[in-house]
């Protein structure tokens, strides 16, 4: 490669074209530290059916995105390529629906987290979560290594 072509990564049009989602990524950790959605206690409170702190948070957050669904259905809203938005048909298999809601669902509580907030988990400071993201990362891994062998 040209040492005198900077890396594509590396140019200001790259970093000036996703400013955005590190911002938005920086909003959505803040917001995951001050409605406690990244405390351990809150999560396992949600987990024993102790407290409605998460549980009225998830259903927020699916109501505010059911809502902007249908806002953008019926706004005909295209995306940044010119396409219609469209969702795809549901899986309707139970037992896949079922297994991989166990094995989030053991992630989860085993963990402590989400994926969501594991960055601003480790941002404020809690570096065991660096395990977690590392054994998160390396599932992602695995699973786009495997996918071609699974039944989809």
């Known amino acids: 490669m ?6 594509p990564h590396t140019t200001p049009s790259f970093l000036a074209a996703n400013l955005k989602y590190l911002l938005a990524g920086t909003l959505f950790g803040f917001v995951a530290i001050r409605s406690e959605i990244i405390s351990w206690y809150r ?6 059916f102790q407290s ?7 259903g927020s957050a699916v109501l505010v995105g059911a809502l902007s669904l249908l806002i953008l259905k ?3 809203v295209k995306s940044l390529e010119g396409q219609e938005l469209s969702l795809r048909p549901k899986d309707r298999s139970l037992p896949r ?17 989400c994926p ?10 809690f570096s065991g979560f660096i395990v977690v993201l590392v054994s998160a990362l390396l599932g992602a891994w695995v699973y786009g290594t495997v996918r071609p062998k699974l039944p989809h």
């Open 116 to 125: 969501g907030p594991i960055y601003a988990l480790i941002g404020s400071g």
């Open 74 to 76: 019926r706004l005909r």
């Open 52 to 58: 409605f702190h998460m549980y009225g948070i998830i």
């Open 43 to 48: 999560i396992q409170e949600m987990f024993r």
């Open 97 to 113: 629906t079922v297994l991989g809601g166990t094995v989030f669902g053991l992630g989860w509580a085993l963990t402590g987290a």
């Open 2 to 7: 040209d040492q005198s072509q900077p890396l």
